[in-house]
């Protein structure tokens, strides 16, 4: 019997699918594997770790999986992509796929057909092809440039609109809740370690914009709804490229982001609808290990 693996190799976490032709037989769960963010020992860390795990549960060895195919953030550069591939026959010699990460969303979503997938978590990107196979992008340029709408774009806009809320007066629920979070006692030590080098890991603070907007915070609420029509704007670019006529190519999400946040969710497809009518959107966010697993089949 062939085994596959298919693996979402994400910023803060990874994700495995391990299956042989027809069925999926275990999934696992490790930490960020983005060799661009956390580093090659990080990455090799965590790929191992849900690679064995997932191999554990399945009852097989590694060395047993015939294909593998790994969508990444940064995986179309030719060293991203040599460095995963060499990290991963340190533990498997099985056959290697590396991808970016919206090739795995769009395949989990759509299959070979057209569509656009709209991915949000620690990063974002917006990523369609059409019905002859020709394809478009926006976004996705890296944190420190682009990636609008994202777990870490959320997070360092919440810094700044905490001290922007400071320098006019207010007070928020959010600041408590974030200096609590990085158990920070001030907003003098919330700028240093806002500044400090490594950054912090900004992408973690989205639950608790999360928690501040349920309990209407309003600069959380408005954080949220400023991804959303980023999102939605980055998806509208990509619809516009293609070029296509109503009814238009399907809308799909996926990420942490759409996932966890009713109100991005909501306000992405009204703002879609608004500026497509007869759009056909995807409610349920597509699991991009599940594309990596199908192209796995495939190779």
């Not at 032709?21 to 275990?26: I, R």
């Not at 309003?218 to 400023?226: E, F, M, P, Q």
């Amino acid at each position: 019997m062939s085994f596959y693996l298919g693996i979402d190799g994400g910023g803060t976490k990874t994700r495995c699918a391990l299956g042989n032709q027809t069925t999926m037989l275990a999934t696992s769960v490790s930490g960020g594997s983005n060799v661009v963010r956390m580093g090659e020992a990080q990455a090799r860390e965590a790929l191992h770790t849900a690679i064995r795990q997932s191999c554990a549960d399945a009852k097989i060895s590694p060395a047993e999986i015939r294909a593998i195919c790994i969508g990444a953030a940064g995986a179309a550069r030719p060293e991203t992509a040599a460095m995963v591939r060499r990290i991963l026959a340190e533990i498997t010699p099985a056959a290697i796929e590396v991808v970016g990460d919206m090739v795995i969303a769009l395949e989990a979503a759509f299959g070979s057909g057209p569509g656009v997938i709209a991915i949000a978590g620690t990063g974002s990107i917006v990523w369609g092809r059409d019905a002859s196979g020709r394809t478009a992008r926006a976004g996705g340029w890296g944190f420190a440039i682009s990636d609008e709408g994202s777990g870490d774009w959320i997070g360092r806009r919440a810094i700044s609109a905490i001290l922007h809320a400071h320098d006019e007066g207010e007070t928020t629920l959010l600041a408590d809740l974030v200096l609590d979070a990085w158990n920070l006692t001030n907003l003098d030590e919330l700028v240093q370690k806002a500044n400090s080098l490594p950054p912090p890991e900004f992408p973690r603070l989205f639950p608790v914009i999360l928690r501040a907007a349920e309990q209407s915070d309003s600069v959380a609420r408005s954080l949220l709804t400023d991804a959303a029509r980023c999102l939605s704007d980055l998806t509208a670019t990509v619809i516009r490229r293609l070029a296509v006529q109503p009814p238009y190519v399907p809308v799909a999400t996926t990420g942490s982001v759409f996932r966890q946040s009713n109100d991005v969710r909501n306000v992405f497809y009204n703002r879609l609808r608004e500026a497509f009518p007869r759009i056909e959107i995807h409610p349920n966010p597509a699991a991009p290990v599940e594309g990596a697993l199908a192209r796995a089949r495939r190779m």
